[in-house]
């Protein structure tokens, strides 16, 4: 596939999302997510930050905000929540909302230095300390959401308000980072402005943010290392730094020559998404093959069944091959979120849909599992086992998490489709709509197509077509992996579904009013570990279509621990309309052990009964009143 070839995501405003599964998601997300945010983001004193500076120049004392003293990621925070209600902006106009957002920015105005520098944090609290640690502080990455936020801002409602700050901020920091003469060799210690400068330069077509996107990763893990050098000019002894190796944030080796996804888990799917964008940009082979390595790396070795990754909390990142704990894992929701961002980037660049299975798989479990069906409570930490004192939260001392899902569900419509001037790719099943002009090489055409689904809980998926004349399209759909002796029929007559790079591909004139119907065969599903998954031994997992399933206690009539399931028993799918907003159950016959004596040991083994075991979609868990959780069972033998 060329570069010329590249499936793209849609415009914001080419897709809008009416859906039975998603559409509660997004609409609580709008309703409810976005102004508790904002909510949180005023209490704590975050919005209030942009006026810091000001105090700062006539030497007033910095006060703390209901007790809080400003933190050096706020700006990231509201960046993060610009971007999402940004976005919500385009398929909900919202003049409060708006009237908000432009608030924000005129306060980021107000801030922003002579130079260009914008940062509330090094402007106000310790402005002797700018650009002087990027190892551990927040200056880029706080940068990089900056930059995020501004291109939604822009495509979602043509102002340039935000854009016109941002691209001082880049220019003012592109003359302090290079290899030029008097600049500084350096790069972020928490990724993310390289992916953002990707953005802006997509965005605006200015290719000085290319090059400055792409001196940060050639940068990255070169000798001498910039943060031993960094670390000496401020006086500190680089032994001393507290995670102990630069592979924390994947910077111990070049970029093109890394195979393993190491250290700090939402930093390396930044970088990787920033490494797949470049690839296709500059075409760049050695880019996209270590971005291959590093992908396989992960899906076959570190990866949670669930989509999320990054086991340990120490670290807040990856251990070794095959280490999955379920009751501690961390499995942080932003790590679940930067997946899909590089996972769809994959999709793009190679066109295979083992990518966009990853993504999906990401997106309805790990992801949706980090915030409540209200829409105002929310998880750091995604463990797949819980004692039932593991519980949402409002708020957190370290919040990104948050405004990261807010964004990423306001922006959902970029993954379901990809499209080119003369192809569309279906990724996600969901009920939506698309409506893009198709290129000057198949006439230009107007293009609807519209998708009807009950996707995940029916495999069942009808995709309409309009145009204003006959043109010549490929359309590409995705046959998740699971998806065994799945049909296609276009206008009633079958078509051959064996799955090209993973998707069925269809090539013709279409006309207004074809039909594509797209059946997915759905069942129950086991699922077993690797045997060198030594936390999941013995254990089995319950999916259904792209759905993870957990069984909670409250479901059950046996403690969770006690239970097993018989590996010959039958499991159906029911959907109950009451249940958690309206969910499919596995449910199926178990085994119970039963408590015999007060013996702490015996020699004989627990007698056993019948039991009943109903799983719900892990998605869903912790809705309801404290209860155990687990995603992996038991299985026994009969």
């Known amino acids: 596939m060329t570069t010329t070839d590249l499936s793209l995501p849609p415009a914001l405003t080419q897709v809008s999302v009416?859906?039975?599964?998603?559409?509660?998601?997004?609409d609580a997300n709008r309703a409810h997510t976005l102004p508790a945010l904002y909510g949180k983001l005023v209490e704590v004193g975050a919005l209030d930050s942009y006026d810091l500076p000001e105090y700062a120049k006539q030497g007033v004392t910095i006060p703390k905000h209901n007790g809080?003293?400003?933190?050096?990621?706020?700006?990231?925070?509201?960046?993060?929540?610009i971007e999402a209600a940004s976005a919500s902006l385009v398929t909900h106009p919202d003049a409060a909302l708006d009237a908000q957002i432009d608030d924000a920015i005129a306060r980021m105005a107000g801030a922003q230095q002579p130079d260009g520098y914008l940062?509330?944090?090094?402007?106000?609290?310790?402005?002797?300390?700018?650009?002087?640690?990027?190892?551990?502080?927040h200056e880029l990455y706080n940068a990089g959401h900056l930059i995020e936020a501004a291109v939604t801002h822009y495509q979602a409602?043509?102002?340039?308000?935000?854009?016109?700050?941002?691209?001082?901020?880049?220019?003012?920091?592109?003359?302090?980072?290079?290899?030029?003469?008097?600049?500084?060799?350096?790069?972020?210690?928490?990724?993310?402005?390289?992916?953002?400068?990707?953005?802006?330069?997509?965005a605006t077509g200015r290719r000085e943010h290319l090059d400055f996107a792409r001196y940060f990763l050639d940068q990255r893990g070169t000798l001498p290392n910039y943060f031993e050098t960094e670390a000496l000019a401020r006086g500190d002894d680089p032994k001393d730094f507290w995670a102990g190796t630069h592979e924390y944030m994947q910077a111990h080796q070049p970029v093109r020559e890394q195979s393993q996804v190491v250290g700090h888990a939402v930093r390396a799917m930044y970088l990787y998404a920033a490494m797949a964008d470049l690839a296709a940009a500059d075409g760049d082979a050695a880019l996209r093959s270590a971005c291959e390595r590093l992908w396989d790396d992960l899906t076959r070795n570190s990866l949670y069944l669930t989509g999320g990754l990054g086991p340990s909390a120490s670290n807040e990142g990856m251990t070794q091959p095959y280490d999955l704990p379920n009751d501690t894992a961390y499995a942080e929701t932003c790590a679940a979120v930067g997946l899909?961002?590089?996972?769809?980037?994959?999709?793009?660049?190679?066109?295979e849909a083992k990518y966009a299975d990853v993504m999906e798989?990401?997106?309805y479990n790990n992801v949706l599992s980090g915030v409540s069906l209200s829409g105002d409570r929310f998880l750091y930490e995604n463990p797949l086992e819980s004692d039932g004192t593991h519980r949402r939260w409002a708020w957190h001392s370290c919040p990104c998490c948050p405004p990261n899902l807010a964004r990423i569900l306001a922006s959902l419509g970029e993954y379901v489709y990809a499209v080119s001037a003369h192809e569309v790719t279906v990724n996600l099943y969901a009920g939506s709509t698309l409506r893009i002009n198709l290129g000057a090489d198949v006439g230009g055409q107007k293009l609807t197509l519209t998708q009807e689904s009950a996707y995940p809980w029916r495999g069942d998926v009808h995709l309409s077509v309009e145009l204003n004349a006959p043109a010549t399209v490929t359309v590409r759909l995705r046959i998740p992996a699971w998806a065994s002796g799945a049909t296609v029929t276009v206008n009633g007559e079958a078509q051959p579904a064996t799955p090209v790079q993973g998707y069925a591909v269809i090539t013709r004139e279409w006309r207004s009013g074809d039909r594509i119907d797209l059946t997915l065969p759905m069942q129950p599903r086991r699922t077993y570990a690797h045997p060198a998954v030594r936390q999941d031994a013995g254990l089995v997992a319950l999916e259904y279509g792209p759905l993870v399933y957990c069984v909670e206690g409250v479901d059950q009539d046996a403690d969770l621990h006690a239970l097993s399931l018989p590996r010959d028993a039958a499991l159906s799918a029911r959907?109950?309309?009451?249940?958690?907003?309206?969910v499919s159950v596995i449910e199926g016959d178990?085994?119970?052990?039963?408590?015999?004596?007060?013996?702490?040991?015996?020699?004989?083994?627990?007698?056993?009964?019948?039991?009943?075991?109903?799983?719900?979609?892990?998605a869903v868990w912790d809705n309801r009143e404290p209860t155990p959780m687990r995603v992996w069972l038991r299985e026994s033998v009969r």
């Open 18 to 26: 009416h859906d039975a599964f998603w559409s509660p998601r997004l």
């Open 157 to 202: 409602t043509g102002k340039t308000s935000l854009l016109d700050i941002v691209e001082r901020y880049a220019r003012f920091l592109s003359g302090v980072y290079g290899t030029g003469k008097g600049q500084r060799p350096g790069y972020p210690g928490h990724e993310e402005i390289e992916l953002a400068l990707l953005r802006l330069y997509h």
């Open 361 to 363: 798989r990401a997106l």
């Open 575 to 582: 959907f109950d309309p009451e249940l958690l907003g309206g």
């Open 68 to 81: 809080v003293t400003p933190q050096m990621w706020w700006d990231s925070d509201v960046a993060k929540w």
């Open 590 to 618: 178990a085994v119970a052990d039963q408590v015999g004596s007060d013996d702490l040991y015996s020699e004989s083994p627990p007698a056993t009964r019948a039991a009943r075991l109903t799983a719900i979609p892990y």
């Open 340 to 351: 899909a961002f590089w996972a769809r980037r994959m999709a793009a660049l190679t066109g």
């Open 119 to 137: 940062n509330t944090y090094f402007t106000a609290i310790e402005p002797d300390k700018k650009l002087t640690n990027e190892r551990d502080w």
